[in-house]
């Protein structure tokens, strides 16, 4: 087991390092080839050019790419100097360099974003879980019945809405027409829970609608192939009651690709649900994100692109643990 | 009639059981009229082919049927008395496993591969002793696991399936089948999956523990052998119908049915020059959807239509004494195309 573990963190740290040299390869090579000069970005374009010299030096953006490559890891690890003659600036570690369009350090922005974020997915997380899975087995156990029907036709309109459709129509129902839920703005949990939760309910269930329905459809299609098997009917043909049949024997092994999958989403949400944030105005990484690309903003859209491959990477080594656990047969193997 | 007349009906008797599921395509009639008894401590062997409706026999016995809403069931099944057609779901349920236990074919997936095989045991003795606490259980089932030679029981007990071997996981479902002291065991193929040396070791196991507890027990198989080897009374089923029984003796030595024919002529045996060709049965089995008109053995059978269009036309009764056989032939000519055309050849 242990051995299975230390795999898996070197598999994720390796992956990490790909993806940072890949990313930061290509943000800071394509300006390179397309002509664009980064110094030019930080400081506009009607600079002098001592000014913009200054700006080159300072960043590094003369050394050769895998120097500030280096330099750009090393700043994530031990944080680093930006240093031009006499004007040293300090970059504490995790050091993200600095925004283009704001001169401000890209950590401490995305810090801030991270909790709008984190409460989006896991909120929505656990709504569609709840939702999914339980519409999923009562499918499954119904199956062909008006309740099956019903919600597989629903899951099938929530994997083709789009979120700028569902949230816009949900916004204008409950808040602009009904008047039930305040204009959406996001209120830190700590400075008040309660505005939190309330300001958060109809993206989390926007959010939650798209991943319901796929949920619902794994979830049926998988309990249907496991009230199939044989361990089944082994289980009914000891005199269990079908309450233990279903809730135990069945679901142990219908849910269990349910993790996977689970896993994998909500790291990619916490990468940034960028369409959700936008539509309401959530200012979380996904929404950075967009703001970051919109104005070339190197620094932060690699910053992001980090945090999110982080999540991803980090999602998928929590659930090849937890697999390791849930499944005996991958603990051995 | 006698005084005592109450004691009158078989261990288990069925009668005039059918099994019919609803399906997309049709109903497929998987029992037809299947009638039969077994007593404590005697072995009835069911045999024949792949849909022959042998399996969906047991399982109704067991009312497994139930769960799937297609599956319309009709007759009488008799267990100690208590019929179990017109029973309640809950009075089955409390039947399964306890007075009644099923060991099936491929032990690998009639485990579950989440739980650990001693978990699984536990968990069929408490369903039906419910007062009993977890540590009890446990030796219950390490005993179990013992008697039916596992070697290192307590240490076996925490393994999943999957690290079992084939015949030790037999074994272990033997064990989980047998936990509550069954007095009906039916055995699906359970020798199916097992590899030949294995396979007479669970024969002997099942025998062995049949004598032990005086369970009565069904065998269902495709093989002969088996059935040979252990069954005091013999069933033989053709497209959802019996179509011969009999004490096991009288089936091997005088089979009156040209399928039963069939099914011993394509057994191979040792003392066969290996040049001599296999003589299986000619066609195959028939759709339970369509079956066909008459005899439902007869586009399969060489004696069709040597009594007339009856064969073709309509269905034979299952008629005689104890050994008793549906087939349109006169029991005079049976006899004489077995003796003339059929033995020289077995």
């Known amino acids: 087991m242990l051995a299975y573990i230390v795999r898996r963190v070197i598999n994720a740290i390796i992956t990490l390092l790909v993806v940072t040299a890949v990313t930061f390869g290509i943000f800071f090579a394509i300006p390179k080839a397309t002509g664009s000069d980064p110094a030019l970005l930080y400081i506009g374009k009607q600079s002098d050019p001592a000014a913009i010299e200054g700006i080159r030096q300072k960043m590094g953006f003369d050394d050769p790419i895998y120097v500030q490559y280096g330099k750009f890891l090393k700043g994530i690890v031990a944080g680093r100097d930006y240093a031009n003659g006499p004007d040293v600036t300090h970059c504490p570690a ?3 360099g600095y925004s283009f369009a704001t001169e401000q350090e890209v950590t401490p922005l995305l810090l801030e974003d991270i909790p709008v974020t984190l409460s989006l997915a896991l909120g929505a997380a656990v709504l569609w879980l709840i939702m999914g899975i339980s519409f999923g087995v009562i499918s499954a156990l119904r199956r062909g019945s008006f309740v099956d029907r019903a919600a597989m036709t629903t899951a099938l309109a929530g994997v083709s809405l789009p979120v700028y459709f569902t949230g816009l129509l949900s916004s204008a129902i409950f808040v602009y027409w009904l008047g039930w839920l305040p204009q959406g703005q996001y209120v830190p949990f700590l400075e008040n829970p309660a505005d939190w939760f309330v300001n958060l309910i109809l993206p989390w269930i926007t959010l939650a609608f798209l991943f319901a329905a796929t949920y619902a459809r794994l979830t049926r299609a998988n309990m249907l192939e496991t009230l199939g098997e044989d361990y089944v009917r082994t289980a009914r043909a000891k005199g269990l009651t079908e309450r233990v049949v279903i809730g135990k024997h069945a679901l142990r092994s219908g849910l269990t690709p349910i993790v996977t999958v689970f896993g994998l989403d909500l790291g990619a949400l916490l990468g940034g649900a ?6 309401f105005n959530l200012r979380g990484l996904g929404y950075q994100a967009l703001t970051a690309i919109r104005q070339n903003d190197l620094p932060i859209i690699l910053g992001v692109t980090l945090i999110a491959a982080f999540f991803i990477v980090f999602a998928n080594l929590i659930v090849d643990l937890v697999y390791g656990w849930i499944d005996p047969r991958v603990r051995l193997a | 009639m006698s005084i005592g007349a109450t004691n009158a009906r078989p261990f288990l008797e069925i009668k005039d059981l059918n099994v019919r599921f609803e399906t997309d395509d049709g109903i497929v009639q998987a029992v037809t009229g299947s009638t039969f008894s077994l007593e404590k401590g005697k072995t009835l062997g069911i045999v024949g082919e792949s849909g022959s409706g042998k399996s969906v026999t047991s399982l109704a016995v067991l009312g497994l049927h139930r769960t799937r809403s297609n599956a319309k069931v009709s007759g009488e099944i008799w267990l100690d008395d208590e019929e179990l057609v017109s029973a309640t779901d809950e009075q089955v349920r ?22 650990t095989v001693g978990s699984q045991i536990v968990e069929a003795y408490r369903v039906h002793n419910p007062g009993v606490n977890k540590k009890v259980a446990r030796e219950r089932a390490i005993d179990m696991l013992a008697r039916v030679g596992i070697p290192q029981p307590e240490r076996r007990f925490n393994d999943y399936a999957h690290q079992f071997s084939g015949g030790m996981r037999q074994r272990a479902m033997i064990a989980m089948a047998l936990v509550n002291d069954p007095a009906l065991l039916i055995a699906d193929e359970p020798t199916t999956a ?11 196991l099942i025998r062995d523990l049949q004598e032990e507890f005086g369970s009565a027990v ?22 959802g119908k019996v179509i011969e029984k009999g004490p096991a003796v009288d089936v091997f030595q005088q089979p009156q049915h040209p399928y039963t024919w069939g099914l011993l002529g394509s057994m191979p045996r040792l003392d066969r020059e290996v040049r001599d060709r296999l003589n299986p049965v000619k066609g195959s089995p028939p759709s339970l959807i369509n079956l066909p008109n008459g005899c439902a053995f007869h586009p399969r059978c060489p004696y069709a239509g040597r009594n007339g269009d009856r064969s073709f036309t309509e269905v034979p009764e299952l008629r005689g004494d104890i050994h008793k056989v549906a087939c349109h032939l006169p029991a005079e000519e049976r006899t004489k195309i077995f003796q003339q055309e059929v033995l020289p050849n077995l």
């Open chain 1, 94 to 96: 995790p050091c993200l």
């Open chain 1, 274 to 279: 960028v369409l959700t944030e936008t539509v």
């Open chain 2, 94 to 115: 409390k039947l399964r496993g306890g007075k009644m236990a099923m060991i099936f074919q491929d032990p690998l997936s009639a485990m579950h591969p989440y739980f």
């Open chain 2, 194 to 204: 097992l590899d030949v040396t294995v396979q007479a070791q669970i024969l002997d």
């Open chain 2, 218 to 239: 069904i065998m269902i198989t495709h093989d002969l052998g088996v059935v040979a080897e252990l069954a005091d009374d013999v069933l033989v089923m053709y497209g």
